[in-house]
């Protein structure tokens, strides 16, 4: 049967230029790419219908690829409405993908994206953040009763998934591949720290070194930012609400202190938590003329734009990536990527190296679910140890990097407690 491309793309004549920029990102995927030559020989996935919603870059389009070299027909749409890669959205509409995305979507656009992806009546769902799952859920309940099984890529998907789950109308297994090993430790300790540095860094080119920096929230995303910026000679406040994070934060080294004290000094403030209203009017108007405010979560709730545009008498684009808000006093606030994750508005995301072993746990997880097709409980689980393990083989194996392995004396003595 020859299946008729849908998409919509904002050029489909950058699509030369998409492929180049997937070659570099394959370069830089090797365990990815093991995994594409498994599937191109295994077919795991032939006849399988996959519904999408990633933030559409390099790395997502080398995911997407392995999973259509496995057989399977990919539906693709944005998890952000400024983190499409245009270039790489018009290539993959010329390989055969459905992509139904483009930089700059408004709202509505947004949404309806999603659901063109929940019409086509996926058998597996792949998410990023939650949306497409909870649109399935809340618009299309019949079609959720027939999907096989879904994953998640993030902390602020899985939480919305979880919640689904306590209240019993969870139609369908997910597996929550932010919870593997080889992707949280990595992806969002190691990747979000460098690439949210990079993002404000290409927004703004500010010297880190002799700057305050505020990181709001201590979880793996916001040690990884705290690390970096350290790591560029900052000086980095915490701040937290678990007292166990916030008591880790000083242990590693860092000063941890309210929202309300860090307001007056910061510089710089990155909002990490996933929670709404982290930094809002009380903040802004005791922050110091010409702070600077980025969020690293992944919706555009932890930074109050409602409040800040509430505030202000005067708001200006005064380069790519950043609006200029003028208070009552005079005082300008600086807002990076319009309160939206700005890794992947005002840069390109993680490192093509991280997403490696991502998207590795992604394109296993579905295979997984398709194996284990009717006996897995609409619940979320962990991606399953075996394959984190084997994403970290992969991942030392593509490095030339070799480990010790137990001896049988030593599995006996394991065992034997």
Same mark, same amino acid.
């Given at each position: 049967?020859?299946i008729?491309?849908?998409f919509?793309?904002?050029d ?11 070659l570099?990102a394959e370069?830089h995927?090797?365990?990815?790419k093991l995994?594409k030559?498994m599937f191109?020989n %295994?077919k795991?996935?032939?006849?399988v ?12 389009a080398?995911?997407?690829?392995t999973?259509? @070299?496995?057989?399977a027909?990919v539906w693709?749409? @944005?998890?952000? /409405?400024l983190s499409?890669?245009d270039?790489v959205a018009?290539a993959?509409?010329e390989e055969?993908?459905?992509v139904? @995305?483009w930089?700059?979507?408004?709202q509505d656009e947004?949404?309806w994206?999603i659901?063109?992806i ?5 058998h597996?769902?792949i998410?990023?953040?939650g949306d ?5 859920? %809340?618009a299309?309940?019949?079609?959720? %009763? ?5 994953t998640?890529?993030?902390?602020t998907?899985?939480?919305r998934?979880?919640?689904l789950e ?6 369908? /297994?997910?597996i929550a591949v ?8 990595f992806?969002?300790r ?8 990079d993002g404000?860094?290409r927004?703004t080119n500010?010297l880190?070194?002799g +700057?305050?920096v505020v !990181?709001a929230g201590?979880?793996?995303v916001g040690?990884?930012i ?11 406040i915490?701040t937290e609400?678990?007292p166990?994070k916030?008591?880790e934060? *000083? ?5 941890v202190?309210k929202?309300?004290?860090?307001a ?7 909002t ?7 930094i809002?009017?009380?903040h802004?108007?005791?922050m +110091?003329?010409?702070?600077?405010l980025?969020?690293a979560?992944?919706f555009d709730v932890e !930074?109050s734009?409602?409040?800040l ?6 708001k ?9 808000y003028?208070? /009552?006093?005079g005082?300008?606030l600086y ?5 939206r994750?700005v890794?992947l ?5 993680h490192?093509?190296?991280?997403m490696d072993m ?5 394109a296993l997880?579905?295979?997984y ?8 409980e609409p619940? *979320?689980y962990n991606?399953?140890?075996e394959?984190d393990?084997? *994403?970290?083989?992969l991942?030392l194996k593509?490095?030339n990097i070799?480990i ?6 030593q %599995?006996?003595y394991?065992?034997?407690?």
């Open positions: 049967m020859v008729r491309v849908e919509k793309v904002k489909i004549s950058l699509a030369s230029k998409g492929r180049e920029q997937i570099w370069i995927m090797p365990v990815l995994i030559e191109e %295994k795991p996935l032939k006849g219908r996959i519904g999408a919603v990633l933030h559409v870059t390099k790395e997502t080398v995911l997407v690829k999973l259509k @070299a496995g057989g027909e693709l749409a @944005a998890s952000n /409405p499409t890669q270039e018009a993959l509409a055969g993908i459905h139904f @995305a930089r700059g979507e408004t947004y949404f994206a659901d063109v929940a019409n086509a009546e996926p597996i769902v998410d990023d953040g497409l799952h909870v649109h399935i859920h %809340k299309k309940i019949e079609l959720a %009763k027939k999907i096989v099984g879904g998640e890529e993030t902390t998907g899985v939480t998934l979880k919640a306590r209240e019993g109308m969870l139609k369908y /297994p997910v932010n919870n593997a090993y080889t992707k949280y430790l992806d969002n190691y990747g979000t720290g460098q690439s949210t540095i404000i860094l927004a500010i880190f070194a +700057k305050t !990181v201590y979880g793996w040690r990884g705290a690390m970096r910026a350290r790591g560029m000679g900052a000086r980095v915490v609400v678990d166990v916030a008591l934060a *000083v242990m590693d080294g860092f000063e202190m929202m309300i004290d860090a007056k000094i910061g510089d710089i403030f990155i990490a938590t996933g929670n709404i209203n982290v809002r009017r009380e802004f108007e005791i +110091k003329d010409g702070a600077i980025a969020n979560g992944h !930074v734009v409602k409040d545009e509430s505030i202000a008498v005067e200006r684009d005064i380069r790519n990536c950043v609006t200029e003028v208070l /009552p006093n005082k300008k807002l990076l990527g319009r309160g994750l890794n508005v005002c840069a390109e995301g490192p093509s190296e991280i991502s998207f590795a746990n992604q997880s579905v295979e679910l398709l194996e284990n097709r009717g006996r897995l619940k *979320v991606v399953p140890y394959v393990s084997m *994403v970290a083989r991942k593509s490095m070799e010790d392995e137990l001896t049988e004396e %599995k006996k394991l065992g034997s407690y």
